[in-house]
């Protein structure tokens, strides 16, 4: 069965790009606004939280008004709930299938008490229109990255063909981010894991860094990327 609707790159339509530029312009601007180092902090945190969110939901409309599935089947059903686990790792999701109206009600609720419903229609010729668009689906580009302090030891990563260096960098500072704040994140800091880059990438869904454009490993290596050391909150 052909899934584009499972390779929808739901947080690309998020403009990563765009909402990154505002959030550097804020941390730049705001320390000479003000004096007040924790307003700042604040005003930024408070302003960071809002775009997300606004963002997310967008997504969220978005992803389910683009996708409709090809049937009402369990497996059906549970790769729909394992692509939006992957993109609310913070959330829990709940899926309603409505045979009647041949459609699924879809509840997304997150941690901060962020809500999201929607509805994902069935197609039964879905999986045939999804052939046409996997032939264009953006292939894959050498990613390779090492931190600030060990350059020597190389991750050979792949991101998409349309994102700069800068971009999947920061696409893959937010995956970490996201990670530990994850279910599974905090299970395993609570089991004693190491908050590291290393049992980040190990560890971190396949499906999650797809959704951000990255996949975790590619063969022919480029010039290597430094990652800029996260800031530990």
């Known amino acids: 069965m052909a899934q ?23 941390k730049k601007v705001l320390p000479k606004a003000t004096h007040d180092a924790q307003l700042a902090g604040k005003i930024y945190q408070a302003i960071e939280l809002e775009l997300k969110a606004a963002a997310r939901g967008l997504a969220f409309d978005k992803f389910c008004a683009k996708v409709e599935l090809p049937n009402l089947e369990p497996k059906t059903l549970e790769e729909v709930k394992t692509q939006l686990e992957a993109s609310f790792g913070q959330g829990d999701v709940t899926l309603k299938p409505n045979r009647k109206d ?23 010729n879905a999986g045939v229109e999804a052939s046409d668009e996997q032939e264009i689906t953006l292939k894959f580009v050498p990613f390779p990255v090492c931190l ?23 696409a893959l500072t937010k995956a970490e981010t996201e990670f530990w704040a994850s279910k599974t994140g905090q299970k395993l800091l609570r089991d004693r894991v ?20 990255l996949k975790r490993h590619y063969k022919t290596p480029e010039p290597i990327k430094p990652l800029r050391a996260p800031k530990q909150t």
């Open 4 to 26: 584009d609707w499972a390779n929808f790159d739901m947080k690309n339509e998020t403009k990563k790009t765009t909402e990154g530029q505002l959030l550097a312009l804020l």
């Open 102 to 124: 041949k459609s699924v009600a879809v509840e997304v609720a997150l941690i901060d008490g962020t809500q999201f419903s929607g509805e994902i229609k069935v197609n039964p």
């Open 148 to 170: 600030p302090g060990d350059k020597e030891l190389v991750w050979l990563l792949g991101k998409r063909e349309n994102l700069s260096p800068e971009e999947a960098g920061i």
């Open 194 to 213: 190491e908050r590291s880059f290393p049992e980040f990438i190990a560890r971190a869904p396949a499906g999650m860094l797809n959704e951000l454009g």
